[in-house]
């Protein structure tokens, strides 16, 4: 399976989950990057435009790509909602084959994973390399990692959430197990999203995988590109990273 299997059949209930998890807690970190940003903004992976949004309404012209057709459908919808469609473009694309003219962007966001979801060296190499060409001299890659997955605990069929969905009278309960691939470094995370309506019932099933990959090892592929890492965080307010943070963040530029 590769890392991108899945995210089509998460669009419908990934922003319902997000709110319940990951909420906003990174989105002010995000709008900073954009607002010290001295040219376009590029967001690897922008789905729903969770984060895309939020960087555009600070004023800065952003690009999102995405694989997935039925994230950006949403994320798509959104915009014209929030009105946002002179600062945000979406592109449907490959992020280890950038759309994008070289050293067209001053600032690559990479939120939320997005670059473990590539499940081998050779796809995060090519993306890195991706990145490099697309970044202005003295341009930023600033990358959040899931942090630690190599320690998360395997358990089988667990009731993670319930709820509502906005906007719908569905009942959603995400039921989740946790399987370790210790040989590929690959974490599986099995979601069942069971949409309740009244009496009808539907289950939606499908598996998202993240690799595992260290602080270090993502630092060291980043140097052999070329780029020049300037801080390692571990918090979204620039706090110090250790093994134990919760955040994990890198923040590299582009030599001038």
Same mark, same amino acid.
């Given at each position: 399976?590769?890392?991108?299997?899945?995210?089509?059949?998460?669009?419908?209930?990934?922003?319902?989950?997000?709110?319940?998890?990951?909420?906003?807690?990174?989105? $002010?970190?995000?709008?900073?990057?954009?607002?010290?940003?001295? %040219?376009?903004?590029?967001?690897?992976?922008?789905?729903?435009?969770?984060?895309?949004?939020?960087?555009?309404?600070?004023?800065?012209?952003?690009?999102?790509?995405?694989?997935?057709? *039925?994230?950006?459908?949403?994320?798509? $919808?959104?915009?014209?909602?929030? $009105?946002?469609?002179?600062?945000?473009?979406?592109?449907?694309?490959?992020?280890?084959?950038?759309?994008?003219?070289?050293?067209?962007?001053?600032?690559?966001?990479?939120?939320?994973?997005?670059?473990?979801?590539?499940?081998?060296?050779?796809?995060?190499?090519?993306?890195?390399?991706?990145?490099?060409?697309?970044?202005?001299?003295?341009?930023?890659?600033?990358?959040?990692?899931? *942090?630690?997955?190599?320690?998360?605990?395997?358990? @089988?069929?667990?009731? $993670?959430?319930?709820?509502?969905?906005?906007?719908?009278?569905?009942?959603?309960?995400?039921?989740?197990?946790?399987?370790?691939?210790?040989?590929?470094?690959?974490?599986?995370?099995?979601?069942?999203?069971?949409?309740?309506?009244?009496?009808?019932?539907?289950?939606?099933?499908?598996?998202?995988?993240?690799?595992?990959? *260290?602080?270090?090892?993502?630092?060291?592929?980043?140097?052999?590109? %070329?780029?020049?890492? *300037?801080?390692?965080? %571990?918090?979204?307010?620039? %706090?110090?990273? @250790?093994?134990?943070?919760?955040?994990?963040?890198?923040?590299?530029?582009?030599?001038?």
């Amino acid at each position: 399976m590769e890392g991108w299997s899945g995210w089509d059949d998460y669009a419908r209930f990934y922003d319902w989950e997000n709110a319940q998890t990951m909420g906003r807690r990174d989105v $002010k970190f995000w709008q900073q990057m954009a607002r010290e940003a001295d %040219g376009p903004v590029l967001e690897l992976g922008a789905g729903t435009g969770r984060v895309s949004l939020p960087m555009a309404r600070t004023g800065a012209i952003v690009v999102g790509v995405d694989r997935s057709a *039925s994230m950006l459908a949403r994320a798509h $919808k959104r915009i014209r909602l929030a $009105k946002l469609g002179a600062h945000l473009h979406l592109v449907r694309g490959d992020i280890r084959y950038l759309p994008l003219p070289s050293a067209s962007v001053s600032l690559t966001a990479a939120p939320y994973g997005i670059l473990q979801s590539l499940l081998d060296d050779d796809a995060l190499d090519a993306t890195l390399r991706s990145v490099f060409r697309v970044l202005r001299r003295g341009g930023t890659f600033a990358i959040d990692m899931v *942090s630690d997955l190599v320690s998360w605990q395997e358990y @089988d069929r667990r009731v $993670k959430l319930r709820g509502t969905m906005r906007g719908s009278e569905a009942h959603i309960t995400l039921v989740e197990s946790v399987r370790q691939d210790r040989e590929r470094g690959v974490t599986i995370f099995d979601q069942e999203f069971i949409e309740r309506r009244g009496a009808r019932r539907h289950v939606h099933a499908f598996s998202i995988r993240f690799r595992t990959v *260290s602080v270090q090892e993502m630092r060291r592929r980043l140097e052999l590109v %070329g780029f020049t890492v *300037s801080a390692v965080l %571990g918090d979204y307010a620039g %706090g110090p990273w @250790d093994a134990r943070a919760d955040v994990w963040l890198i923040v590299a530029r582009r030599p001038e």
